[in-house]
């Protein structure tokens, strides 16, 4: 096959501040799908005063304490962009004015199943000031001694909550709402189950909706998804929460923030979200093209931004990630030697993973790995589309093939394996770019 004619490029972002040009077959027809990124607060700081000021459906935060209180804050981790550093000093002033001493607050780094935050990158995220006068945490997921067994909820959920976070009389929740593939919408609740819970317990709620289609899931109404339900199930065991959320954009850029009843925050965030990230309904494309910004250099975070996006690429056609990796990050959420089983086990292992469920469970058990979920993902991304990854440092490390799905560090070797795939499907293939998918998502079709 002759080498494809190439399109003008087009720019997507690349990293915190560069830029990556795709320069797409000309012969492709390109649809290029942006979020809504206009009106960013121009004065964040002044925007929390406001929502802390007139919270949503609850008290101000210094109402709801007193001397003596003890509080729990949870914090969304570093792979989240969330303005923690600037939100949590004045929560912590406005506490300190209601009398709670220091050493009745804790903060806790809502983890679930990624990487423990350890002392450098606590500091970076709460600042030394905080870290130097408070108790700073970053739950130990399988140390079962350090979680409160709360029972289970009526639909068998085990309910193991980190101590200090139960022991508290007040817990307040710092994150944001990002689209996410089987709670509808990242944030809130969700920071405590699975974010300081037992590894029992985030295992129990992320195996909700695998074995299905968890795109269904993907920025629906939390009143009727089973993990949203679950997680609300989960906290009615626990005492008082509050949230303070956002919707973000880029790093430092916020479009909402509010503070309020867990519930209310989430749902008028999540209503905002999907106004500003949600992609038309559109006919399925024959290729997809999805940036990971603005994630931050984690590829298997990145591997969510092409599940995010899989109901606008048709069966049979071709799923193509721009992950921009931070080499230092690429075992973040999934451990190297797994991700080197899978790669040495190439087509042979893709084969597997495409066969079903629970051949890709085995294929986990035999590499002892603690992301199953992550490899049932896997499973639904690959089993009737090809999937092609644009990562160089991914490339250096596991090389060409990471099971099913084929890696690359030369975009035309990429485009040429793409036309490839896509074979005599279309004699005109529609191409659907999403620059920035980490913000936007797509509606099932």
Known sequence: ???????????????????????????????????????????????????????????????????????????????????????????????????????????????????????????????????????????????????????????????????????????????????????????????????????????????????????????????????????????????????????????????????????AVQDRLATEATRRFRAPNSKPADILIAGNHPWPGDPMQSFKVLLQHRAAVRPGGVQIGFFWTDPAEIDRSFPMPAMKAIAASGSIGGWTIRRGLTLADRIASAINSKSEFMIRWARELVVDRAVMVYAPPLFERVGPRLGPVQIFADQAKLWKAAAVALGDQAESPVARVFPQGGLTYCPQV
């Open 1 to 263: 096959m002759a080498a494809p004619l190439l399109s003008t490029p087009i720019s997507i972002p690349w990293g915190p501040d560069d830029s990556l040009s795709l320069e797409i077959p000309s012969a492709w027809e390109v649809d290029v799908v942006w979020p809504d990124l206009t009106e960013a607060l121009a004065d964040y700081p002044g925007a929390l005063l406001i929502a802390l000021n007139d919270p949503i459906d609850a008290l101000r935060v210094e109402a709801l304490v007193g001397p003596g209180s003890k509080v729990a804050i949870v914090v969304d981790d570093p792979s989240r962009w969330t303005p923690v550093q600037i939100a949590l000093p004045e929560v912590l002033r406005r506490l300190r004015t209601a009398g709670v001493r220091p050493e009745d607050i804790s903060i806790s780094v809502g983890v679930g199943r990624h990487h423990e935050v350890e002392d450098s990158a606590m500091r970076k995220r709460v600042g030394d000031e905080v870290v130097d006068h408070y108790q700073c945490h970053s739950p130990p997921v399988n140390d079962i001694s350090a979680y409160i067994d709360l029972g289970t909820t009526s639909d068998g959920l085990p309910v193991r909550v980190f101590r200090p976070v139960v022991e508290a009389d007040l817990r307040i929740l710092i994150g944001s709402v990002l689209p996410h593939m089987q709670a509808g919408f990242g944030g809130g609740y969700k920071l405590i189950f699975p974010g300081t819970s037992h590894r029992s317990t985030l295992g129990a709620l992320h195996s909700m909706g695998l074995g299905n289609d968890a795109g269904k899931l993907l920025g629906g109404e939390a009143s009727t998804n089973p993990m949203r339900q679950a997680i609300r199930a989960a906290a009615a065991k626990l005492g008082p929460c509050v949230s303070i959320s956002h919707v973000l954009g880029a790093p430092g850029q916020v479009f909402q923030v509010a503070a309020g009843s867990v519930d």
